[in-house]
């Protein structure tokens, strides 16, 4: 039987966030195809965390860690991936839209030759194939693309799927070989440096306070910290913002910035740009809070507080605390 085999990445020995919108992702195309779902962690992973995983049908889990490859390394990474795929022979390959997934999908495609799909938003089975949709010029156009042969490698964009989890099933965990070579030259990772001040990354975050250019300062956004601080969310920003040298780009909403999908977005002095849209316009509940009636974003908010932001934030800093 031929497989899908998914690329999920650990954080911390986590499995991170994004990997469940590729694991509901393949449990639907392994259906649908009737292909083997096997999921392949490289890297530091706490076993005990399968039950995270364990709701989508997945067939087999694989895992491989040494001390070598504990951090990420392209192509240490590459190798030990290359010899489970070559194995496998899978009709697909899932990765995610990380910056592990962008760096690693296009090594792996370009060195068994398969075709490769960058930034996919959605995935159709036609009887020859698949049919996948990207976006390109920077969103204004949808691009479809369809491969009557496989295999393919598919790089998916973080937060445009949905994650569906079914009933919990029994999964095989099998050690595989990583494969590190001795000999090669090979760079080294030797550490990473963490952010001063532990922070909620807005890609995973389930609730998002962001601020725009109508913050004024940036020392303003001590407000927006504190709010965030009290609902227990990512602090975001717009590009204005981050061009302005205020906040750092890692927080940037939109086309150049992250793609998000939290429960609750609340933005303040947003305009609601095309290029800031994009990027939020997944989010369950949009709250927006602009003095100006006109402001684009009230078009698409489902919430909308036509004021000062400057009375709006205290206000609801002090009504909050009160509860
Ligand atoms: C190729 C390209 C890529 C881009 N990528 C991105 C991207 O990834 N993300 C992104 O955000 N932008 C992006 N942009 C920029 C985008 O076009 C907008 O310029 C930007 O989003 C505007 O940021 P803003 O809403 O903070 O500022 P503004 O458009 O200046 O809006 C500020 C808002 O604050 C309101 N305001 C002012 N004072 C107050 C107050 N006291 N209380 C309440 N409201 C107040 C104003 O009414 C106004 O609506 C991109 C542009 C290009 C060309």
Redo the contacts with the bound molecule.
């Keep these: 039987m031929s497989c899908i085999l998914t690329v999920i990445e650990s954080k911390n020995k986590e499995i991170k966030n994004s990997a469940l919108e590729l694991l509901s992702e393949a449990r639907k195309i392994s259906s649908k195809r009737n292909l083997d779902n096997k999921v392949i962690i490289i890297g530091e992973y706490e076993k005990n965390n399968s039950t995270q995983i364990n709701e989508f049908g997945i067939n087999a889990l694989l895992t491989g860690s040494t001390d070598k490859i504990s951090k990420y390394s392209p192509e240490l990474y590459r190798d030990s991936l290359l010899h489970t795929i070559n194995e496998l022979k899978p009709e697909i390959i899932l990765f995610s839209g990380s910056a592990i997934g962008k760096d690693l999908a296009p090594r792996i495609a370009a060195n068994i030759g398969y075709n490769l799909v960058t930034e996919c938003i959605d995935i159709s089975i036609i009887e020859e194939g698949y049919e996948i949709k990207r976006p390109i010029f920077?969103g204004k156009i949808i691009q479809t693309l369809r491969f009557n042969k496989t295999p393919i490698v598919v790089s998916l964009k973080s937060n445009s799927f949905t994650i569906e989890k079914i009933e919990e099933n029994e999964i095989s965990i099998k050690q595989i070989d990583v494969n590190v070579s001795e000999d090669k030259k090979l760079p080294i990772l030797r550490e990473i440096i963490q952010p001063q001040k532990e922070v909620l990354d807005v890609s995973e975050a389930s609730t998002i306070v962001s601020g725009?250019?109508?913050m004024?300062e940036p020392e303003n956004f001590k407000l927006i910290e504190e709010l965030a601080e009290i609902l227990n969310a990512a602090v975001g920003a717009?590009?204005?913002?981050v061009d302005a040298g205020w906040r750092p780009h890692s927080e940037?909403?939109?086309?150049?910035?992250k793609i998000v999908s939290p429960n609750l977005y609340i933005a303040?002095?947003?305009?609601g740009?095309i290029?800031?849209q994009v990027?939020m316009i997944n989010s369950k509940c949009i709250v927006a809070?602009?003095?100006?009636k006109n402001?684009p974003i009230f078009k698409f908010a489902d919430y909308g507080i036509v004021g000062?932001?400057?009375e709006i934030i205290p206000e609801l800093i002090a009504e909050l605390k009160n509860k």
């Excluded at 940037?252 to 910035?257: A, E, F, K, N």
């Design positions: 920077a725009g250019r109508g004024k717009s590009r204005a913002v940037q909403v939109g086309q150049t910035g303040f002095g947003i305009s740009a290029q800031h990027g809070v602009n003095k100006d402001a000062d932001l400057f």
